[in-house]
């Protein structure tokens, strides 16, 4: 993997240049919180941001897309699919990690033709992340703290300079013609090596057990009590997985104009936590319990996704722990299913060991 380095002064003629070829997106801060927007300069860009409200998906997988446009005689159907080349600024390594979910997921079976579209015209740069971004936060129990592919462009910050690793050939095409980036030094090496090692330290283990042993836990804790707490505690709002990075679910629904002459078909973002989500024909709810949607909502992070795709689908970027109303976090759910299995264990134990 390729590595250059970039001095700080050069980033706002980089930006500058990027804008005149692409869309520029990056985390802006805006009414003290940040999100992903339109970067039309360097000053717009806040690198060094704690997790932003909405995940970066929302410019692969839109909140509101127009999959078809149709005439209701039959007469015409169209896909409309073009999207605009845009370079994602700063993403965090959870979020890479949250994409290469997506990547997976959206190119297997029956590919989705509009995620590719966005996807093939998307340059991810991404940014290491030396602090914690939030006090909810848990990338290190969940692996996604660093990043080893995924990624066009990777930033880490070594002071004066960015260090960049180069991803692929779509990386090393943002750095064309760019003059303000040179080869890698034996310096830069070690400096760069000195901040990795210092930043692990920074970063607390909050899981009481191994990733890996998430998905035996989660089966293990299916008919736990724990989920009918935490539906006694849950509003049934769906805020959780409206910022949630590995989320998504969508409703799809056609919409005609007033003469019934044309109409399209519009795909939007769901949630498995509200309670139209799983109506069916007759008026049935197969989730009409909110224990039921907060199991399903912990298992598919924990289990569903790691059975299917052999990757975790929940990443620790702690947006959903942040934007919950009631103050239900992974870590602590997690953990007390942990301690709930650990002690069913030792109860097993003492009466195995008195009827010995």
Known sequence: MKLKIMP???LPHWVER????????????????YLFGEVETADDLHLQYPSSILPPKKYLVPQREVLLSYRLDGSY????????????????????HAIKLYDRIFSQGFQD?????????????????LHPCSEHAFCRDMDTLSVSDGFD??????????????????????LKGFHHVFDALPGDIERLNETLGEKWPRFPYKLDFDVHEMPALLSAGFTSDLWDELGAECLGCGACTQVCPTCYCFDVTDEADLLLETGQRVRQWDSCQIHPFAMVAG?????EQLAARQRHRFMRKGKYQMDAYD????VGCGRCARACLVHITPVNVFNELQRRSQAMVEEVL???EVAA
């Open 77 to 96: 159907i169209h896909a409309p699919i073009d999207p605009q080349p845009t370079v994602v600024l700063g993403v965090h390594t959870c979020d890479i």
């Open 283 to 287: 008026g049935h709810n197969f989730r």
């Open 311 to 314: 990757m975790v689908g929940c």
């Open 8 to 10: 700080k002064a050069a």
């Open 113 to 129: 033709q509009h995620y590719r579209a966005h996807r093939e015209n998307t340059f991810l740069v991404s940014i290491e992340c």
């Open 153 to 174: 462009l990777h930033m880490i910050d070594l002071g004066d300079t960015y260090a960049l690793r180069i991803g692929t050939e779509k990386g090393s095409d943002l």
């Open 18 to 33: 990027l804008n005149q070829q692409y869309r520029v997106v990056g985390p802006k801060q805006q009414h003290g919180q």
């Open 350 to 352: 003492e009466l195995e």
